[in-house]
């Protein structure tokens, strides 16, 4: 069972100070979607009938749940992510603290949150260790990603039903034909006039939508008000179940991706420099507003390459006359909220603001969110700094009023520089940096290049005179590329927050790459390499990490049933040839490549003593690329981790540490050493001193040493081909790459 958490600086640390090794996966990431009915993103049937909907059975049933804690816990991994969202637990309706019973007043999900309560306490018995991640991505469902209720778009004016036309979101569940949905076309939401409104008002609406007043309160505060209180009232409920909180729960995230809408645009009629994702249509903020309120428009087209986006030509968006706001007389009782007189519906609210002219359709305020009311111009810096750090503190001392050892995961908008809050009363001893970072190329294009790659964050940093300085040519430079702007953004953590731990919440690679050609053959090979890549940058940064992700719905077909997205370690699609689903399954096509990597389903007792033991192959049965993520990593460190690392194409792990004191007999220095690398009787061991043991049924290596500075290395058995590491590799890459140039 895990102990009490400690922070020390940067470090976590156990009981017995013991360096613990956060080392986990998001579970699961079909959370963002209900169960009853199962509104996968592609499916449009019921889609909008949100305020009936339940999310009992996340992020996976009850009964199940066995059998994904045991795979998760033979992975090597002691902490969960946890992934619910709002609209879990408030989807009926805004909850009415003080009239309920008075007509129409929404309720929390109580059926869900007991689930929860039960699923909690069954990761307890895998000793996991847990955090709650109130989850969004470009706000809602509704506005094409997850998060939020229905009757919040509601509450803001808008019309969810219209999003399609006006493009004010692309949702996939209501796109044309689903199939083609265009890869990672979703997270142009985040640029288009839904969540670039929702945002604003979330966030800023007391400054920049003061006429938007609904129960006598403004927007900012009704949504925020909302959402603390929802995830407060889940916090409770935990609390009062009496045998969660601190050793399983042991903290909570803040919203994920905050997203600062328009503030601080100095221009709605152009790209902002910032705005690094253009694909498709990609509209200025005015170009939005207008096909919004139902105007045509000729909008800019762009694609996305290894390069990034590209401008691919035009196309004419044209709502004809169909608005993305609610029209004035739709019924606004619904909800049983009253909305203030001077909020009109049908009409544009940055109309109603002064900031356009729909009579002539012309921008009188260009500026008009680029500063607040006094004059202080914005930025997004400045973003960060108040409206997103004003919403984190009311969150914390939410989750602090009932959680009161809570560890708080702070989660700035993405790539952005964190808050500067050091030696702050916001720096308290018990906070975690959590950014996320992505190879955006890889993600993006759905490919995994061996040539080269782009140094992002020093893009974003300004760190080079042209992006063309940024480039990293060969594996191995963009591997030490990886880890350099991980590092970056973990010192950027300690710069601006303090000498804090950092754990990246969300980091991960697509599986379908190549136009899913490894689904045709079982060749994983570009999909090792990429996660390979990604674990090399984590373990040389020295960071935590949660995966992104586990989805125990994913198939070849939609991936993790979410806006095409396909990152799950895990699919049902990813059978072992001799199970009775594949024998079924005309399309398994069994051949030398994929019975290499095909291994047999699990034999595990379930016994509680037993519940720790490991059939080696168990672990990969449904596992893609299980040779790059299952890899072994130090759990309790008597001391300090000075370095650790695994190599995979040696299958080698390197550990060197620091320590003020020999270890005690009971509290020796524990590692994770998975027989799937290192069978029990193809291992070497060697130590600078000590003694050690290999407990291979339980996957841990225990290892007594003395003070001072000590090491030790793990030979197994070598499971990639012997050109994974090629000779020469990074040459070849440069010449190619130099052909290319003069071609």
Same mark, same amino acid.
């Given at each position: 069972m895990p102990?009490?958490?400690?922070?020390?600086?940067?470090?976590?640390?156990?009981?017995?100070?013991?360096?613990?090794?956060?080392?986990?996966?998001?579970?699961?990431?079909? =959370?963002?979607?209900?169960? +009853?009915?199962?509104?996968?993103?592609?499916?449009?049937?019921?889609?909008?009938?949100?305020?009936?909907?339940?999310?009992?059975?996340?992020?996976?049933?009850?009964?199940?749940?066995?059998?994904?804690?045991?795979?998760?816990?033979?992975?090597?991994?002691?902490?969960?992510?946890?992934?619910?969202?709002?609209?879990?637990?408030?989807?009926?309706?805004?909850?009415?603290?003080?009239?309920?019973g008075e007509g129409h007043s929404g309720i929390y999900d109580d059926e869900w949150i007991e689930s929860t309560i039960a699923m909690l306490r069954k990761a307890k018995e895998y000793d996991f260790m847990i955090f709650m991640d109130p989850h969004q991505d470009a706000w809602s469902r509704f506005s094409g990603?997850?998060?939020?209720?229905?009757?919040?778009?509601?509450?803001?004016?808008?019309?969810?039903?219209?999003?399609?036309v006006t493009e004010a979101a692309l949702v996939h569940n209501s796109w044309p034909d689903p199939a083609t949905f265009p890869k990672m076309i979703w997270s142009t939401n985040y640029q288009r006039l839904a969540c670039q409104t929702i945002f604003t008002m979330f966030f800023a609406g007391r400054d920049f939508a003061p006429k938007c007043i609904i129960d006598g309160r403004n927007i900012q505060d009704y949504l925020q008000e909302h959402f603390i209180n929802a995830i407060t009232y889940l916090a409770k409920k935990i609390h009062e179940a009496g045998d969660l909180e601190d050793t399983t729960v042991i903290g909570w995230e803040s919203l994920n991706e905050p997203n600062r809408?328009?503030?601080?645009?100095?221009?709605?009629?152009?790209?902002?420099?910032?705005?690094?994702?253009? +694909?498709?249509?990609?509209?200025?903020?005015?170009?939005?507003?207008?096909?919004?309120?139902?105007?045509?428009?000729?909008?800019?087209?762009?694609?996305?390459?290894?390069?990034?986006?590209?401008?691919?030509?035009?196309?004419?968006?044209?709502?004809?006359?169909?608005?993305?706001?609610?029209?004035?007389?739709?019924?606004?009782?619904?909800?049983?909220?009253?909305?203030?007189?001077?909020?009109?519906?049908?009409?544009?609210?940055?109309?109603?603001?002064?900031?356009?002219?729909?009579?002539?359709?012309?921008?009188?305020?260009?500026?008009?969110?680029? +500063?607040?009311?006094?004059?202080?111009?914005?930025?997004?810096?400045?973003?960060?700094?108040?409206?997103?750090?004003?919403?984190?503190?009311?969150?914390?001392?939410?989750?602090?009023?009932?959680?009161k050892n809570a560890i708080m995961f702070c989660q700035p908008p993405v790539f952005e520089i964190p808050p500067s809050i050091k030696d702050t009363p916001d720096a308290d001893d018990r906070m975690v940096y959590a950014p996320h970072f992505y190879d955006g190329i890889t993600l993006m294009t759905k490919k995994w290049n061996r040539l080269w790659n782009i140094d992002v964050l020093g893009v974003l940093r300004g760190r080079y005179l042209a992006p063309?300085?940024?480039?990293?040519?060969?594996?191995?430079?963009?591997r030490n590329c990886f880890r350099d702007q991980l590092k970056a953004m973990k010192q950027e953590g300690v710069d601006n927050m303090g000498l804090t731990p950092c754990v990246f919440t969300e980091i991960g690679i697509p599986y379908d790459m190549d136009d899913k050609y490894a689904y045709k053959n079982g060749d994983y090979i570009s999909q090792i390499r990429a996660l390979d890549a990604n674990h090399y940058a984590l373990e040389g940064a020295q960071v935590g990490f949660t995966l992104w992700t586990y989805c125990v719905e994913n198939t070849h077909e939609w991936g993790d049933q979410w806006n095409g997205e396909d990152l799950s370690i895990f699919s049902l699609d990813d059978r072992p040839p001799n199970s009775s689903a594949a024998a079924n399954d005309s399309t398994t096509v069994i051949d030398a490549a994929n019975l290499k990597r095909a291994l047999t389903t699990s034999t595990m007792s379930t016994t509680r003593t037993d519940l720790q033991k490991i059939a080696p192959d168990a672990i990969v049965a449904g596992s893609r690329a =299980?040779?790059?993520?299952?890899?072994?990593?130090?759990?309790?460190?008597?001391?300090?981790?000075?370095?650790?690392?695994?190599?995979?194409?040696s299958a080698t792990f390197d550990l060197k540490l620091v320590?003020?004191?020999?270890?005690?007999?009971?509290?020796?220095?524990?590692?994770?050493?998975?027989?799937?690398?290192?069978?029990?009787?193809?291992?070497?061991?060697?130590v600078s001193g000590g003694k050690w043991e290999y407990d291979v049924e339980r996957s841990v290596l225990r290892w007594w040493h003395a003070e001072g500075e000590q090491w030790i290395k793990i030979t197994g058995t070598g499971r990639m081909s012997a050109d994974y590491d090629d000779e020469g590799y990074a040459e070849t890459c440069k010449r190619n790459y130099r052909a290319c140039v003069v071609m």
């Amino acid at each position: 069972m895990p102990s009490f958490l400690n922070i020390d600086g940067p470090y976590f640390r156990d009981e017995h100070n013991r360096q613990v090794t956060l080392r986990g996966v998001n579970v699961a990431s079909d =959370a963002k979607m209900p169960t +009853k009915p199962n509104l996968l993103s592609h499916v449009l049937e019921d889609f909008f009938d949100g305020d009936n909907v339940s999310f009992v059975g996340r992020p996976f049933a009850l009964e199940d749940a066995d059998v994904h804690f045991r795979r998760l816990r033979n992975c090597g991994y002691n902490v969960i992510r946890y992934i619910y969202t709002w609209e879990a637990i408030e989807a009926r309706g805004p909850y009415v603290f003080l009239r309920l019973g008075e007509g129409h007043s929404g309720i929390y999900d109580d059926e869900w949150i007991e689930s929860t309560i039960a699923m909690l306490r069954k990761a307890k018995e895998y000793d996991f260790m847990i955090f709650m991640d109130p989850h969004q991505d470009a706000w809602s469902r509704f506005s094409g990603g997850s998060g939020a209720p229905m009757w919040t778009l509601y509450a803001m004016g808008l019309d969810p039903r219209t999003f399609d036309v006006t493009e004010a979101a692309l949702v996939h569940n209501s796109w044309p034909d689903p199939a083609t949905f265009p890869k990672m076309i979703w997270s142009t939401n985040y640029q288009r006039l839904a969540c670039q409104t929702i945002f604003t008002m979330f966030f800023a609406g007391r400054d920049f939508a003061p006429k938007c007043i609904i129960d006598g309160r403004n927007i900012q505060d009704y949504l925020q008000e909302h959402f603390i209180n929802a995830i407060t009232y889940l916090a409770k409920k935990i609390h009062e179940a009496g045998d969660l909180e601190d050793t399983t729960v042991i903290g909570w995230e803040s919203l994920n991706e905050p997203n600062r809408g328009l503030v601080g645009y100095q221009r709605l009629d152009v790209i902002p420099p910032e705005q690094r994702l253009q +694909k498709g249509t990609s509209p200025t903020a005015w170009q939005a507003i207008l096909t919004g309120s139902g105007r045509a428009c000729e909008i800019d087209t762009w694609g996305f390459g290894g390069t990034g986006p590209y401008k691919t030509g035009s196309a004419l968006v044209d709502p004809e006359g169909v608005q993305a706001w609610l029209p004035a007389d739709c019924d606004d009782s619904r909800y049983g909220w009253k909305r203030d007189p001077g909020w009109k519906l049908g009409e544009c609210i940055w109309a109603q603001h002064g900031v356009w002219d729909p009579a002539t359709d012309t921008i009188l305020k260009n500026d008009y969110f680029g +500063k607040t009311p006094n004059g202080e111009l914005l930025s997004v810096e400045r973003f960060t700094e108040t409206y997103f750090l004003d919403h984190y503190r009311k969150y914390v001392a939410a989750i602090r009023s009932v959680h009161k050892n809570a560890i708080m995961f702070c989660q700035p908008p993405v790539f952005e520089i964190p808050p500067s809050i050091k030696d702050t009363p916001d720096a308290d001893d018990r906070m975690v940096y959590a950014p996320h970072f992505y190879d955006g190329i890889t993600l993006m294009t759905k490919k995994w290049n061996r040539l080269w790659n782009i140094d992002v964050l020093g893009v974003l940093r300004g760190r080079y005179l042209a992006p063309a300085f940024a480039l990293k040519v060969g594996e191995t430079a963009i591997r030490n590329c990886f880890r350099d702007q991980l590092k970056a953004m973990k010192q950027e953590g300690v710069d601006n927050m303090g000498l804090t731990p950092c754990v990246f919440t969300e980091i991960g690679i697509p599986y379908d790459m190549d136009d899913k050609y490894a689904y045709k053959n079982g060749d994983y090979i570009s999909q090792i390499r990429a996660l390979d890549a990604n674990h090399y940058a984590l373990e040389g940064a020295q960071v935590g990490f949660t995966l992104w992700t586990y989805c125990v719905e994913n198939t070849h077909e939609w991936g993790d049933q979410w806006n095409g997205e396909d990152l799950s370690i895990f699919s049902l699609d990813d059978r072992p040839p001799n199970s009775s689903a594949a024998a079924n399954d005309s399309t398994t096509v069994i051949d030398a490549a994929n019975l290499k990597r095909a291994l047999t389903t699990s034999t595990m007792s379930t016994t509680r003593t037993d519940l720790q033991k490991i059939a080696p192959d168990a672990i990969v049965a449904g596992s893609r690329a =299980a040779e790059a993520f299952v890899r072994p990593s130090p759990v309790y460190t008597a001391g300090t981790i000075v370095e650790s690392g695994f190599m995979l194409s040696s299958a080698t792990f390197d550990l060197k540490l620091v320590a003020g004191k020999g270890t005690e007999e009971t509290t020796p220095t524990e590692m994770f050493v998975p027989p799937f690398h290192f069978p029990k009787d193809g291992t070497a061991v060697t130590v600078s001193g000590g003694k050690w043991e290999y407990d291979v049924e339980r996957s841990v290596l225990r290892w007594w040493h003395a003070e001072g500075e000590q090491w030790i290395k793990i030979t197994g058995t070598g499971r990639m081909s012997a050109d994974y590491d090629d000779e020469g590799y990074a040459e070849t890459c440069k010449r190619n790459y130099r052909a290319c140039v003069v071609m």
